[in-house]
Nanobody
Framework: QVQLVESGGGLVQPGGSLSLSCAASGGFFSIMGWYRQAPGRQRDLVATISTRGSTEYADSVKGRFTISRDNAKRTVYLQMNSLNPEDTAVYYC???????????WGQGTQVTVSS
């Protein structure tokens, strides 16, 4: 059974930082990452990272967010700096299983940026 469990969401002031983590179980995942969905918007890519460390970022977060992963721990992280109110959203962990090429999603964690 594949499960993705996020942690680290919360309330932060503009300009502040938060760090998210997602622990995966039940398989080996070639690509892991983060998506987000704000009220009234579709779910959009934030960042992804491959097993070898290749990364992809949305233009809106480049230079502010950093994605990383620990393959041994099967955990992906997202360090978020210089947060803006526009970053407020539910953040979802994403993982693609290597063998089946199936995509899996976490339950989501709320990030709220407000003064």
């Amino acid at each position: 059974q594949v499960q993705l469990v996020e942690s680290g969401g919360g309330l932060v002031q503009p300009g502040g930082s938060l760090s998210l983590s997602c622990a995966a179980s039940g398989g080996f995942f070639s690509i892991m990452g983060w998506y987000r969905q704000a009220p009234g918007r579709q779910r959009d890519l934030v960042a992804t990272i491959s097993t070898r460390g290749s990364t992809e970022y949305a233009d809106s977060v480049k230079g502010r967010f950093t994605i990383s992963r620990d393959n041994a721990k099967r955990t992906v992280y997202l360090q978020m700096n210089s947060l803006n109110p526009e970053d407020t959203a539910v953040y979802y962990c994403y993982a693609r299983r290597s063998i089946t090429q199936y995509d899996y999603w976490g339950q989501g964690t709320q990030v709220t940026v407000s003064s």
